[in-house]
């Protein structure tokens, strides 16, 4: 058995993958995350071979992960991802290819090994992300803007009358504020996602991940798969 850990920039997630395939465990909150925490989440399962690791927030954060597996199983062989310019028959299209997110790269390599190609991704966690693969395993580049959190942070901390509010709920034309907010911002990161995989090719598959995957793709008008494991699926590549 190995383990997987893919920390983003709001949550770490953990899966574990077997001959049965992956197990997800539950997610971490990174501003709630410790060496304790972590060690009494692990301290239940049986030791892994493997370890593998991407990381995109805090350096800290991969530290702990490595710490607390070196305690839990002390000699674990520990893996962690890097974005390179080519592996497992995806080619990076960055310029600096170590540049790319390695959540993102992870997914490329995922993308080509489980799915026919060509596809769009879109990772829909802190940042929504969509990467192009075409039929070859070209990476054709991708798109970065605000996750539907960060979105309506951005509005409560740049203007006056606007207050962050968690729990709102509305699709289409809102009649109050929480609910204008969270309804424009669904909008967008439908709308980002709709204007870009319309201009693929006819055959190309829409893949969605991450943790707002399931609520944006309630909103777009055209079909989409989603992967939760996209990101563990890359980094089981690795240990494999
Ligand atoms: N149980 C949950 N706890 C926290 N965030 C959640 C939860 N379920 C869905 N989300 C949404 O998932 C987003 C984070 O997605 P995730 O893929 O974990 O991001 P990242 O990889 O950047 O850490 C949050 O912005 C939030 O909107
Ligand atoms: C774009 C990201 C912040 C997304 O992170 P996430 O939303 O998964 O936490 C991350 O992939 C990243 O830090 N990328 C480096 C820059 C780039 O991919 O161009
Ligand atoms: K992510």
């Given at each position: 058995?190995?383990?997987?850990?893919?920390?983003?920039?709001?949550?770490?997630?953990?899966?574990?993958?077997?001959?049965?395939?992956?197990?997800?465990?539950?997610?971490?909150?990174?501003?709630?995350?410790?060496?304790?925490?972590?060690?009494?989440?692990?301290?239940?399962?049986?030791?892994?071979?493997?370890?593998?690791?991407?990381?995109?927030?805090?350096?800290?954060?991969?530290?702990?992960?490595?710490?607390?597996?070196?305690?839990?199983?002390?000699?674990?062989?520990?893996?962690?991802?890097?974005?390179?310019?080519?592996?497992?028959?995806?080619?990076?299209?960055?310029?600096?290819?170590?540049?790319?997110?390695?959540?993102?790269?992870?997914?490329?390599?995922?993308?080509?090994?489980?799915?026919?190609?060509?596809?769009?991704?879109?990772?829909?966690?802190?940042?929504?992300?969509?990467?192009?693969?075409?039929?070859?395993?070209?990476?054709?580049?991708?798109?970065?803007?605000?996750?539907?959190?960060?979105?309506?942070?951005?509005?409560?901390?740049?203007?006056?009358?606007?207050?962050?509010?968690?729990?709102?709920?509305a699709?289409?034309p809102a009649n109050h504020?929480?609910a204008a907010?969270?309804s424009?911002?669904?909008?967008?990161?439908?709308?980002?996602?709709?204007?870009?995989?319309?201009?693929?090719?006819?055959?190309?598959?829409?893949?969605?991940?991450?943790?707002?995957?399931?609520?944006?793709?309630?909103?777009?008008?055209?079909?989409?798969?989603?992967?939760?494991?996209?990101?563990?699926?890359?980094?089981?590549?690795?240990?494999?």
């Amino acid at each position: 058995m190995n383990l997987l850990v893919d920390i983003g920039n709001s949550r770490l997630k953990w899966a574990t993958s077997g001959p049965g395939g992956l197990a997800a465990g539950s997610a971490l909150a990174n501003s709630t995350l410790t060496e304790e925490s972590l060690a009494d989440v692990w301290g239940g399962i049986p030791p892994p071979e493997r370890l593998a690791i991407s990381c995109v927030s805090a350096r800290r954060l991969a530290g702990i992960t490595r710490s607390v597996a070196g305690r839990l199983w002390p000699g674990i062989t520990i893996i962690e991802a890097k974005s390179e310019a080519e592996a497992f028959g995806v080619r990076n299209a960055y310029l600096q290819p170590e540049k790319l997110g390695v959540d993102r790269w992870l997914a490329l390599l995922a993308a080509r090994r489980h799915y026919a190609l060509p596809v769009c991704i879109v990772d829909c966690g802190t940042a929504i992300t969509v990467d192009l693969i075409d039929e070859r395993g070209q990476h054709l580049g991708g798109m970065i803007c605000p996750g539907l959190e960060l979105m309506k942070k951005s509005l409560s901390a740049g203007t006056e009358a606007l207050v962050y509010e968690a729990s709102a709920f509305a699709v289409g034309p809102a009649n109050h504020t929480g609910a204008a907010i969270y309804s424009g911002v669904l909008s967008a990161a439908a709308g980002l996602i709709e204007h870009v995989f319309s201009a693929q090719p006819e055959h190309c598959q829409l893949l969605l991940t991450g943790g707002d995957a399931r609520l944006i793709a309630g909103q777009l008008g055209c079909a989409c798969r989603i992967d939760a494991d996209l990101v563990f699926r890359g980094l089981s590549l690795l240990v494999e």
